[in-house]
């Protein structure tokens, strides 16, 4: 009687874990996104989809804190299936994040990936060099600022291969090591 609901009840309960799954930006936001609404077509007219809900993302190029509140610069980048910005150096643009409150700077910083799901409020000229640029601007509902990805080093005394890769001829110098460096022909 047992074994008939064992299998059963672990793959629902494996189901139910992976269901729970997180995305960064809640459900209720996200259902109210423009899901046809693509960023090349706001970046064309920016005023025309005043209004619509957003959801792009993409790495930080500037922010600065102003008199209306803190404005981020964002070079989009598309998203996977998180919501989290792909490594590529594709994008379609640059967007603005004019958030109403105070973000501190040197967390909001330059290569920082965010994800914004923001409301198109219309657009700003700014200059980039010697061009005038047209930014589309977005007051942000929810925004998400992702952790920073650390390499993996090695310290001093570990190499990056498998324990078993000299053993047990480690100390017993000249038998033959599998290192580029030291081939014994």
Not at 31 to 59: C, M, N, Q, T, Y
Not at 100 to 114: F, H, N, Q, S, V
Not at 180 to 185: F, G, K, L, N
């Amino acid at each position: 009687m047992m074994k008939k609901y064992f299998l059963p009840l672990v793959l629902s309960l494996i189901l139910f874990l992976l269901s729970g799954c997180v995305y960064v930006i809640s459900k209720h936001v996200r259902r109210e996104v423009a899901p046809d609404l693509s960023f090349k077509e706001v970046i064309k007219e920016p005023d025309a989809h005043k209004g619509k809900l957003v959801l792009w993302g993409g790495a930080i190029i500037d922010s600065k804190n102003l008199k209306e509140g803190t404005r981020i610069v964002i070079l989009q980048k598309d998203l996977n299936s998180w919501g989290r910005p792909k490594k590529s150096d594709k994008s379609q643009g640059r967007f603005i994040v004019l958030h109403p409150g105070y973000l501190d700077t040197a967390i909001y910083r330059k290569k920082r990936e965010i994800t914004v799901a923001g409301e198109i409020t219309g657009k700003k000229v700014l200059p980039i060099d010697e061009i005038e640029y047209t930014y589309p601007v977005l007051f942000p509902r929810e925004i998400h600022l992702w952790k920073e990805e650390t390499k993996a080093e090695y310290p001093y005394p570990y190499w990056p291969y498998p324990w078993w890769w000299d053993y047990p001829y480690y100390p017993y110098w000249p038998y033959p090591r599998h290192r580029p460096w030291y081939r014994y022909y």
